[in-house]
Every structure is written in structure tokens, then in C-alpha cells.
């Protein structure tokens, strides 16, 4: 993660609160480095989902629509 520039790695979803499924995706908080691109972003997604072998989501904590920030900001676990 660190070589995407991303930092503060923490679990949200149905993985932190213990309801995920075998299908279900592994959603991830990230805070990016302010001079990583996009690229940037799906690289790391793409090297987590080779890494663990299922689907994951990235989102960075600028992108979190405010009607939703509180709930994954609450429930968001580090790694």
C-alpha cells in the first residue's frame, strides 16, 4: 500500500462488522498521498484483489459522500 501512497488502510463494510459472506467484496478506507494520481488508486486495488484472491473496493476518505462519511468513518477498522 505504502508504494501506492496510501496510508491509514482501515476495514469498512460488511468485513468489519462481521456479516461477509464468501462472495463479498473486502472494502478498504485509504487516505492517498496528496500527489498520487488515479493510477495510483486502481494499482493498489488491482495488487489487493491478486493479493487476497477476492474483490475489493477502495475508497479514499476525500471521496466519502457526506450522507455515509459517519457510518464508514464509525465502523472503519485499521489494519
Known sequence: AARHGAHNLRVFGSV???EA???SDL???VEMAPDKSLMDHVALMQDLEDLLQ???DVVSERAL???IRDRI????TPL
Open 73 to 76: 468513518l464509525a465502523e472503519a
Open 16 to 18: 468489519a462488522r462481521g
Open 54 to 56: 477476492r474483490k475489493v
Open 27 to 29: 472494502d478498504i478506507l
Open 65 to 67: 459522500h457526506w450522507y
Open 21 to 23: 459472506g464468501p462472495e
